[in-house]
Structure formats: C-alpha cells, structure tokens
C-alpha cells in the first residue's frame, strides 16, 4: 500500500516538473511550481520525511512562487513603463 | 563551435553522466531496506540526549555545526538580497493603490491567518519532540502574516511589519545561535556542545541546548523571510522609474 503511494508521488512529482519545464508563462510556472512543491511535500511524507515534507511545503509551495509572482509584476510593470 | 559539434559534446556528457549514475546506483541499499547503520545509531544517540525528534537531535546536536553553516547562508543571501533589490538613485516611490478585494478572499484570510500563524509558532515550539522546527515553522510564521496582504491590502501588512523590528530579529537569531555554540566552548567540551540538562524525555524542555538553538533559528528563519519578501514586495508595488542598471552596464 505504501508503495503504490510512492510511486503515485512520483509520477505526480515528475508530471508536474514536467509541466512546469514545458509551460512559457512564469506567472502560469509559478502556479505549476506550488503544485509541484506540493506533490513532493506528499512524495517526502510517504517516504517517511515529514522534516522535509514541511521544508517543502513552505518552501516550494508557498514562498518560490510568491517570489516569482512578485518578480513577474516588476518585470512587466517596467516593460509597460517602456512602451509608453 | 557548430551546433553539430555542441550536441554531440551534450551527448558524451550525458552518457557518460547516465553510465556513472547508473554504476553508483548499482552498489547502493536496495530500496525500503530494513538496514540503516547511519539511522540506528542517529535515533540511539538522539535517545540517549532524550530528544524525541531524531531529526532535529542531528541538526542542532549531532551536526549543530553544519546547521550554523545553513543559517548563515540564508543569512548572507538575505543580506544580499536587501543590498540588490535597495532604490536605486533615478527610482522612486509611490504609495500603491489599494485594489478591490473579493469579499470571499477577506473571510478566508480572516480564519487562515490565526490559524497559520498559530500552526507556525506551534511547528517551531515542538521542534525537538515532533516533525517541523524553526526552520520550517519560521518560513510558516512569515507566509501567514503575508496573509494580510492577500487577504487586505499592502498598507495592512505594512502596519503589522515593523521592518527594522524583523531586521534585528534575523540578527538576533544568527547570533544566539553562534553565542550559544560558545556557551558549549565555555562550559568545558567543545563548540556547539549540548551542556545544559538533557530533562525529561517527550517533553517541551527536553533536549538540552536542542530546543534554544531551534528557537534562535526559528526566530532568524522567520525574520529573513519577512525581511527577504518585503524587498520584493517593494520592488513589485512601490518602486517606480530607472532603467534596471541597463544604461551603467552598457
């Protein structure tokens, strides 16, 4: 039982990378990266790593794409700034 | 170099990359095993410290130094960050606006704030008898208060978060923990020695010198990460105008 929820975490898991890689949007990435960071936060506590786990969690979940939104909505505030 | 030639060198690369991966991988326990030499002789030690979370007994005890070290680059990198992301001489300010808030998002912040906030300060009270520690309930700490920006607006947040308040927190919490690796030089052994009494074991003040330098991490985690995100929160909503540096590196 504990292996089918390994390996339904890591196909989640690599699913996800994917989806981020291939995705050309960084405000769409940043949504796919938080879901990401979510199925490796299950991937980990599945494995018996619930320090990790929540590492992830907060981490990979909330805190890289919060960045990442944040950096896009400067970003695109200057490119609007330029094209005035 | 042509592109021909570039793949080909990336093909190499990787073969060899996979060949070596695969070789190591070969030698290595198999997966789920029940042998863990590393492992059983973490939770004898953790034990015999009476620390119930192994994991933290092997941050903050067995390898406290190497948890300085990880404190300290999220310490640098935040300091770096406050330094590249400072106003610029030709940028300035201006107050952002406050934008609609549906009134759904408002109750979802008004219930998950309290309770986020309650959850990080637990994850970092608990860390040496549960999963979590400073680390990890620090970083919850931070998000939930930026809650309130999601939830209200910037000005909300920007009244809750004394900057300079969270600036010497982050300072605070890197020097507790280099002055509490002394305190072990002091009291006789070594540095970053657990001298102080071990207690009873499933207890919060069990552990020795565990629970304190969680709690100076925990206090430093949870500051840099507020200190990091308002600098980008400043870039992205306050900070208007210059050209990047585009003009100074041309």
Redesign the interface.
């Known amino acids: 039982m504990a292996?089918v929820l390994v390996v339904l975490a890591l196909m989640f898991v690599a699913a996800a990378a994917t989806a981020a890689v291939l995705n050309r949007d960084p405000a769409r990435q940043a949504v796919v990266l938080s879901l990401l960071g979510l199925g490796l936060a299950v991937a980990f506590t599945v494995l018996q790593a619930?320090?990790v786990?929540?590492?992830q969690?907060?981490?990979g979940s909330?805190?890289t794409p919060?960045?990442i939104l944040?950096?896009v909505?400067?970003v695109r505030?200057?490119k609007g700034?330029g094209r005035e | 170099m042509s592109r021909r030639v570039r793949m080909g060198v990336l093909a190499a690369g990787l073969l060899a990359t996979a060949a070596l991966f695969v070789t190591a991988f070969l030698d290595m326990p198999h997966f789920g095993g029940a042998w863990h030499p590393y492992g059983d002789r973490a939770v004898q030690a953790s034990v015999n410290r009476r620390t119930a979370n192994t994991v933290s007994a092997v941050n903050f005890d067995q390898r406290g130094f190497d948890t300085l070290g990880e404190e300290s680059i999220l310490f640098a990198s935040v300091l770096g960050t406050v330094v590249l992301l400072r106003q610029a001489r030709d940028e300035r300010t201006r107050a952002p606006r406050p934008g609609p808030v549906p009134a759904a998002l408002r109750r979802y912040g008004l219930v998950a704030l309290p309770a986020t906030l309650l959850i990080g300060l637990y994850v970092i009270a608990h860390g040496q008898l549960s999963p979590g520690g400073g680390f990890q309930g620090g970083v919850v700490v931070a998000t939930a208060l930026h809650l309130l920006y999601i939830a209200v607006d910037y000005p909300a947040l920007e009244r809750i978060r004394p900057l300079g308040l969270y600036e010497v927190g982050d300072a605070v919490g890197e020097a507790a923990y280099v002055v509490l690796g002394v305190a072990g030089l002091l009291a006789g052994s070594a540095y970053l020695a657990n001298v102080l009494p071990f207690g009873t074991f499933n207890t919060l003040s069990s552990g020795g010198t565990v629970p304190l330098l969680n709690a100076a991490v925990g206090l430093e985690v949870a500051s840099a990460v507020v200190v990091l995100l308002a600098r980008f929160l400043v870039q992205a909503l306050e900070i208007e105008g210059g050209d990047g540096g585009k003009e100074q590196a041309a």
């Open positions: 292996d619930p320090d786990g929540l590492s969690l907060g981490v909330a805190l919060l960045m944040l950096t909505r400067k505030k200057g700034r």
